[in-house]
């Protein structure tokens, strides 16, 4: 299947991006738009090495472009039975590695082959192994919310454990709780600068912003999202679930009357949720609506209901490699490559990694 292309990272003439009313900080993040291997910080560092597995190559190959290096070399194969063999084309005794792989779809098989890899990475003497996970698949599955359910966010953590990883770096967690199931240290990453870098070309007004919660369950994600947006009001959208993957929406908490709505969710699967809110948003008068996620997973009929007329925009970013689209114009793809390449520096340095989002 075809890959789209996804949107290059912003440039801006002068090297620092324009002061824009609508964001709250002094500057935006520099790594935003000056590579790190511009400036030779790891080119000739041998003992760093990034491996990418099958499941997002193209992310892989911008996050060591960002650190100016080159991909790792690495035999990986399916049988006729469907069983995966990886074998490293090269030698990682004593070094850092990092393999990056999301558990997209399908999420068993991209799993599977991240815990092979770091089982052959652990065979092969590497000092330190960090599984770079851009999508946690299974991080929904984090609690028993009735009786004889599975946690299978902790069983996840348990078997990249087993398998050899000393580390994991994630981008967006379904909830931060997520983390505590890892007996590992755990880098939690945001997407957010990189929306908020996008957000900062448009020529919104702060007055006419409101950011909505599309759940209950995302209202300190949306908060955060608003405090970096000038403070923007906040509005919330009260829905009750039927089961997975159905959504119900009640009632709307705040107003958006003749505002610019932008909703704002770690992922968006069939975008029921999402587009169930929108179309309240709409009925209550919101002028326009704006959708941002992190994690495009994208299930049928997620292409229909997005591309409907809802929406003005819909905001992702390539964690989850995205298929091509044909009619669906609204969509824009974001790259993390350089948010994911810097916070790999840092971690390999010993440097802060929660410092990029304060």
């Known amino acids: 299947m075809q890959r789209c292309q996804m949107v290059e990272p912003l440039r801006y ?33 041998t003992r760093l090495r990034i491996f990418s597995g099958t ?23 399916r049988f006729a039975d469907g069983e ?20 997209c779809p399908p999420a068993n098989e991209n799993l599977m082959e991240l815990l092979i890899m770091i089982d052959a990475c652990r065979r092969a003497s590497a000092k330190n192994i960090t599984a770079v996970i851009p999508y946690f698949g299974y991080a ?13 966010a902790k069983l996840v953590a348990n078997l990249l454990t087993e398998a050899g990883a000393n580390r994991v770096l994630a981008c967006d967690l379904h909830s931060g709780q997520s983390m505590g199931y890892f007996d590992i240290p755990v880098d939690h990453v945001y997407g957010q600068p990189v929306i908020l870098d ?20 995302g209202v ?18 009260d829905k009750r679930r039927q089961g997975h993957n159905v959504a119900e929406v009640m009632n709307l908490i705040g107003d958006v009357r003749g505002k610019v709505a932008v909703m704002v969710d770690d992922m968006i699967d069939t975008a029921g949720t999402i587009a169930k809110g929108a179309a309240l948003l709409h009925e209550e008068g919101a002028r326009e609506v704006y ?4 994690h495009a997973v994208f299930s049928p009929p997620a292409i229909e209901r997005l591309s409907s007329g809802l929406f003005q925009e819909v905001i992702i970013t390539n964690t989850i490699p995205v298929l091509e689209k044909k009619g669906f114009p609204q969509l824009t793809v974001l790259s993390v490559a350089n948010l994911l390449g810097e916070t790999i520096w840092r971690v390999h340095d010993d440097c802060s990694v929660s410092s990029i989002f304060q």
């Not at 063999?85 to 999301?102: H, I, K, M, N, T």
């Open 55 to 77: 499941a997002n190559p193209a992310l892989s190959q911008e996050i060591a472009n960002y650190l100016g290096l080159g991909l790792g070399k690495v035999k990986i194969k």
């Open 198 to 217: 996008y957000l900062a070309s448009k020529t919104f007004c702060s007055n006419d912003l409101v950011v909505v919660s599309p759940d209950v369950g």
């Open 84 to 103: 995966i063999y990886v074998q490293l084309q090269e030698s990682v005794r004593g070094c850092d590695v990092f393999l990056v792989q999301p558990t």
């Open 13 to 45: 003439a002068n090297g620092a991006p324009p002061r824009i009313p609508i964001i709250n900080d002094q500057s935006l993040p520099s790594f935003l738009t000056a590579p790190r291997g511009l400036e030779g910080g790891s080119k000739n560092d």
């Open 220 to 237: 300190a994600r949306a908060r955060a999202f608003a405090k970096k947006l000038s403070d923007a009001p906040l509005a919330i959208v």
């Open 140 to 152: 929904r599955a984090d609690r028993k919310t009735q009786g004889r359910e599975s946690i299978a």
């Open 291 to 294: 959708a941002c996620s992190t």
